[in-house]
């Protein structure tokens, strides 16, 4: 089952280092992990996402949270969230499938920001299912780079992650 | 880090420590990096410094030599340094310091680190660095020390200013003795320690760290319900681990069984914390745990765990655990509960508070309408199983006509003739199982041994920084010729220190444990196991060293050469006793792999 977790922690040397170690020496493994500072420049908020399942969630957490810098972890995956990431794809757009490719970026709402007479370069916001979903649109061998960000996640309504 | 972040860090370390009464602040004392450390160390009540000096630690040794409140103590190798800061930890409950410079020096310790961190000592490691300027440049003796050791270490420091010296110090000893202890490094760049730049000294009371609350309570419904367990469980039983010694909750422990006639056992790391000696010790449970520890603990209707963490050498094949028990876990870290057993009442706690208000609770519902639990048909069950197959009934090692010396054997002599009282560390392999099963442990903090990681090496300098704490009391390494020869060079440490350890080998010229499992599941071939032709003489080493070696080969010999060990003469000598043992016992029970706590080889007839 795919999992988001919100982690905030000290925004000191190393914090994120004991957290990528901490899931390489407990053999968990990260599918995506985004981090900067809050608004608060003495925290970093990191988004991670993994797959695993309760027990394996639990004891992520649990590990998470005894690191002496984090403050607070959450599962976002726990309740309504949000998520959004940013995509960067070049693609081959030659011929007849160039408008093709036009049109999809227009049904998800992407942007076309860089154009050359034979390759688009698209970006993309928005959750990993739209992704997945936009990038099945495209054939295959036309795509040529694609780029993607971690995730960022937070959840809905009132519900906050703060110190 | 950039300069900024620098700043800010150290600016929001002082926001977060709470300094001296205001007049000694008045006039703050001038001092260098390298002189503030030693200050601060010994504000924090540092007497002993492990270590070994080099270059990017000299300023530090001069800062050292320059003050006369600590001592430092000088190993033959860096992993020494760490056992020997780790064995006086164990021993006295305090934390272990351990100094080293940067690169070798490094990572020599970091088998110590990890020892130290698998079983929750508290230990401040104090590494040089190169300078700053250095740093990522593959500098000479220069290894990234907060890496190397981050998965070994509950915390560490690079420090990147001077000032911030005291107060990470301060924040080092903080993390390390508190929560669930273990192992903090602070890595100091040399021009940290330049003699030439002073500061304003001042060491902080108290931190405070936002993010880290280590004082737990435990939830009063959680408690409550382990209560209610307790008192209604027909079969329950005490399984208490390494957490209740290093959390001093002996005392509880004792109280909590006494009162309610409850039987105990411990695992390796929790030896001691309930007296062998007692009716109610079960003895140590686990993969060569007493026969009577693991069928109580398969039958029995309620697993009250303290302070123990469910290692697999503990309960063989997890979905086998104990059917028909519920699980009450009690530890200061989360992160143990559940993590191999579910727990049915998790209880997070410190050790020491939660058994306290267990027994208040079960004192105030016995003095209620509810009787004293009577697990009469559960102690006939037990002691049944005690007298069928408990270690006493092992006939051999009564027979005094044995033509060879059984290990066991060396273990009750040894017993015999410090009574009960030594402090007995050990190295890791068949005489550490044969010590932990007949060396019968009154007091919590004697029994000083590798159990996580399961260190060869680790049983004489241990054994030293045991020595160096309490100097007048007995203190025996049990050891194989195979562990002692790791660190053997530590004996020119105990010359230098007048360390009059008793080092009691029980020589079977193998890698016993090795040996017995290739005899047991790998058709007796002995894959680089067996050396017994180029062994050297313990007895030539011992007096190479300056100390006095013996050795008993007949077991007719061995009572007198214990006795003689332990004499008058020898009270301020090391001595090596090398006995020679027979190489091919095993140590047992062991527990059949792949079965349940119940399913175990008694003696070496039974096949698997």
Redesign the interface.
């Known amino acids: 089952m795919r999992r988001m977790i919100a982690v905030l922690?000290?925004?000191?040397?190393?914090a994120l280092?004991?957290i990528v170690?901490l899931f390489a020496?407990r053999n968990y493994n990260i599918e995506t992990l985004s981090v900067a500072p809050t608004e608060d420049?003495?925290l970093s908020r990191l988004t991670i996402t993994l797959r695993g399942d309760d027990?394996k969630l639990?004891?992520i957490i649990?590990?998470l949270?005894?690191?002496?810098?984090?403050?607070k972890v959450a599962d976002l995956t726990d309740g309504e969230h949000v998520e959004r990431g940013i995509m960067l794809i070049k693609v081959r757009a030659e011929g007849a499938s160039r408008a093709e490719v036009k049109r999809s970026v227009e049904i998800f709402k992407g942007r076309i920001i860089d154009v050359t007479p034979r390759m688009y370069t698209i970006e993309l916001v928005g959750s990993a299912d739209k992704f997945s979903a936009f990038m099945a649109t495209l054939e295959k061998r036309s795509i040529v780079e694609v780029v993607r960000s971690g995730l960022a996640g937070i959840s809905r309504g009132e519900k906050a992650l703060i110190? | 880090?950039s300069k900024d972040?620098a700043e800010?860090?150290a600016q929001?370390a002082n926001q977060e420590v709470q300094n001296e009464s205001p007049v000694k602040a008045l006039v703050p004392e001038r001092l260098s990096g390298g002189d503030m450390l030693l200050r601060a160390l010994d504000d924090e009540g540092v007497e002993f410094l492990f270590g070994y000096p080099g270059g990017q630690a000299l300023h530090i040794y001069d800062a050292i030599f320059r003050q006369q409140r600590i001592e430092h103590i000088l190993v033959r190798h860096e992993q020494a340094a760490t056992h020997m800061a780790d064995g006086y930890a164990r021993a006295t409950g305090r934390t272990g310091v351990v100094i080293v410079t940067s690169g070798p020096g490094v990572t020599n310790t970091i088998t110590g680190i990890a020892t130290a961190y698998m079983d929750s000592i508290p230990m401040v490691i104090i590494s040089g660095q190169v300078p700053n300027n250095q740093i990522g440049t593959d500098a000479f003796q220069e290894t990234d020390m907060?890496?190397v050791s981050?998965?070994i270490v509950?915390?560490?420091f690079?420090i990147?200013s001077a000032a911030e010296i005291p107060v990470a110090v301060k924040k080092a000893f903080y993390?390390a003795t508190t929560g669930r202890p273990g192992p903090v490094v602070i890595d100091i760049p040399k021009d940290m320690t330049d003699p030439n730049i002073l500061f304003d000294y001042a060491y902080p009371k108290s931190v405070k760290?936002?993010?880290?609350n280590p004082s737990l309570k435990g939830h009063p419904r959680q408690i409550k319900k382990a209560v209610e367990l307790l008192l209604q469980s027909k079969r329950p039983v005490l399984y208490a681990g390494g957490g209740v010694v290093q959390g001093n909750a002996s005392d509880l422990l004792i109280q909590l069984a006494k009162r309610l006639n409850l039987p105990v056992t411990n695992t390796l790391m929790g030896l001691g914390s309930f007296p062998a000696t007692d009716q109610q010790f079960l003895g140590m449970l686990g993969m060569h745990g007493t026969y009577e520890a693991n069928m109580t603990m398969h039958h029995c209707d309620l697993v009250f765990a303290v302070g123990a963490r469910f290692d697999d050498r503990v309960t063989n094949a997890v979905d086998k655990f104990c059917p028909d028990a519920q699980i009450v876990h009690i530890d200061i870290?989360?992160?143990s509960?559940?993590?191999i057993i579910?727990a049915d009442v998790p209880i997070v706690g410190l050790v020491d508070i939660v058994l306290k208000s267990i027994v208040q609770q079960v004192e105030k519902a016995l003095s209620g309408a509810l009787e004293l639990p009577d697990y009469k048909e559960w102690w006939a069950q037990i002691n049944s199983w005690r007298n069928a197959h408990g270690l006493d009934t092992d006939a051999r090692l009564a027979n005094l006509k044995n033509p060879k010396i059984l290990p066991q054997q060396v273990i009750l002599s040894l017993y015999r003739a410090t009574q009960g009282k030594a402090f007995v560390s050990s190295d890791v392999g068949q005489h550490q199982m044969f010590a932990a099963q007949y060396y019968k442990f009154d007091e919590p903090r004697k029994w000083i041994n590798s159990g996580g990681l399961g260190t060869m090496g680790f049983g004489l300098p241990a054994a030293m920084g045991v020595k160096i704490a309490f100097p007048n009391e007995t203190v025996v390494c049990v050891t194989g010729e195979g562990s002692f020869m790791m660190n053997m060079q530590e004996l020119s440490t105990c010359m230098q220190y007048g360390l009059a350890v008793k080092v009691i080998c029980l020589n079977n010229q193998a890698l016993g444990m090795v040996k017995q499992w290739q005899d047991m599941q790998y058709g007796g071939r002995h894959s680089a196991s067996t050396y017994a032709d180029s062994l050297p003489d313990l007895v030539k080493v011992a007096e190479t060293f300056g100390h006095v070696g013996m050795r008993v080969e007949a077991l007719a010999e061995l009572d007198a050469a214990m006795d003689e060990l332990f004499s008058e003469k020898n009270v301020n000598k090391l001595v090596i006793l090398d006995v020679k043992v027979d190489p091919e016992e095993h140590v047992y029970p062991m527990a059949i792999k792949g079965g349940s706590m119940q399913d175990m080889i008694l003696t070496r007839g039974e096949s698997i």
């Open positions: 922690l000290e925004n000191e040397a190393g280092s004991r170690g020496q420049v003495n027990a639990e004891q649990k590990h949270n005894r690191l002496i810098e984090v403050l110190v | 880090m972040s800010l860090m929001k907060v890496g981050r998965p509950k915390h560490s690079l990147k993390i760290l936002r993010a880290y870290d989360p992160t509960i559940s993590k579910r």
